[in-house]
């Protein structure tokens, strides 16, 4: 599972000159299993399992992985069947990935490096033998074996609704002719697309701050059962209530048994997004106050203080700019369906592209600064208005930490303008008006 603030995560990769695969190393698939004549049933030589990885330490690790293992007892097979992959060294990858046609794919492979490469990596390894009837066994087995083909394997990634996960989901509930959707598709949980994100994101700042400001409104709707399983850890927890009918109709547990095949000497994966809120509050609050103190210091007549807190305005307003022109350009011109209706364009506006210009040229030039004036308290009321907006169901998106850092520093940068500019009209010497 692959799922981050969408420029950190090239940043990170792409300067890896080889072929990677998100979730495996990729070997050449073992043909077709065959069932041999005397078998009792076809499909009764087949055993099949959900194999959970836990999470990692990369970016893309974040959020675990899985995959369906099949052990063919009569070809003395072990295979791995995983819709994890994908190659930073394909063509227009940066492309794709920013507007949101990542190209991911399906591949067989050999159970013993699939799980050297996790235990390699420090990442726990549970496997759940799934109590299928041998004709399911065999109905999953031709399903999979199908979606390896070239022709079949790839597909347009999605962090939430089509990933690995859901993948693998999707086959499995094909194996049980919808069983496992009816059991899950109606139950509803207390977390959402974004607290799940916020949740693996724990620790690295930059990255839920990124996810936190990209993601929309639609991420914070509440998420059935069924929904959840686009992350694999949840859907090990998941399938274990679960029931389907056997070949007679009656209801036995979609978990046969479980076993860790391998157990990580990392923590396990936190079951709660963490509470950064005060520490954004902080930020905000500090980063503000410190502005303030620069203008009030400026209209001493101290220079360093005045090109600080000209420096810092600016700053910011190209930072706010920046990140507003590309939540836009995500909501309208890219197939990220999360990262629309996005409130967080009232507090970083694109709009403060142009402050970056105002803001040096009003105060040190005195040039544009009924045009400052203007624009910048535009930009502060309309912050401080998704602030108030708040409370109105229709625009509710938990967004709590970018509005308590963003508010702040909307304020101070008209502040600064507001002051400075009057002070250096008022400050000048009488000849300078001749």
């Excluded at 969408?6 to 792409?14: E, F």
């Excluded at 108030?388 to 970018?402: A, H, R, S, Y």
Aim: hydrophobic share 45%; net charge positive; glycine share 6%.
């Amino acid at each position: 599972m692959k799922a981050r603030a969408l420029i950190s995560l090239l940043a990170l990769s792409l300067s890896l000159g080889t072929t990677l695969y998100a979730q495996g190393v990729a070997q050449n698939p073992p043909s077709s299993a065959v069932v041999t004549p005397g078998a009792a049933e076809p499909g009764s030589n087949l055993t099949v399992y959900l194999l959970t990885f836990g999470w990692g330490d990369v970016v893309w690790e974040r959020f675990g992985h899985n995959a369906i293992w099949i052990k063919d007892h009569t070809r003395g097979t072990d295979v791995t069947y995983n819709w994890g992959m994908f190659d930073f060294n394909q063509p227009h990858f940066l492309r794709r990935f920013l507007t949101g046609d990542t190209r991911y794919w399906m591949e067989a492979i050999d159970f013993a490096p699939m799980v050297r490469f996790y235990k390699e990596r420090d990442r726990s390894i549970l496997a759940q033998e799934l109590n299928l009837t041998p004709a399911q066994r065999l109905k999953l087995q031709q399903f999979v074996q199908n979606n390896a083909l070239p022709e079949n394997k790839f597909y347009r990634y999605d962090y939430y609704r089509d990933n690995c996960s859901t993948r693998l989901r999707d086959a499995l509930d094909h194996a049980v002719s919808g069983q496992l959707q009816l059991a899950t598709v109606t139950r509803v949980t207390s977390g959402t697309y974004r607290s799940h994100t916020q949740r693996l994101m724990t620790g690295d700042i930059p990255l839920y701050t990124g996810v936190t400001l990209a993601l929309g409104h639609p991420a914070d709707k509440l998420i059935s059962v069924w929904d959840e399983m686009f992350l694999p850890v949840r859907m090990a927890n998941d399938v274990r209530s679960v029931s389907i009918p056997d070949s007679t109709g009656a209801r036995i547990p979609l978990v046969r048994s479980e076993m860790a095949i391998f157990t990580a000497g990392r923590s396990p994966e936190p079951a709660a997004p963490p509470n950064y809120f005060p520490w954004y509050v902080a930020a905000g609050i500090l980063l503000a106050g410190a502005v303030i103190a620069l203008v009030r210091s400026a209209e001493g007549g101290n220079r360093i203080a005045l090109f600080a807190a000209t420096a810092i305005a600016t700053l910011w307003s190209l930072i706010a700019g920046l990140a507003g022109t590309a939540l836009v350009f995500a909501w309208l011109f890219t197939k990220h369906y999360f990262m629309s209706r996005n409130e967080n364009l009232m507090h970083f506006d694109p709009l403060s592209l142009a402050l970056a210009i105002l803001v040096p040229l009003s105060v040190y030039g005195l040039r544009g600064v009924s045009k400052a004036l203007k624009l910048s308290g535009f930009v502060a009321a309309l912050s401080l208005f998704g602030f108030v907006l708040q409370g109105i169901p229709f625009f509710d998106q938990k967004n709590g930490e970018i509005i308590a850092l963003a508010l702040p520093l909307n304020l101070a940068v008209w502040w600064t303008v507001h002051r400075l500019t009057h002070y250096k009209r008022t400050s000048l010497p009488s000849s300078a008006a001749l």
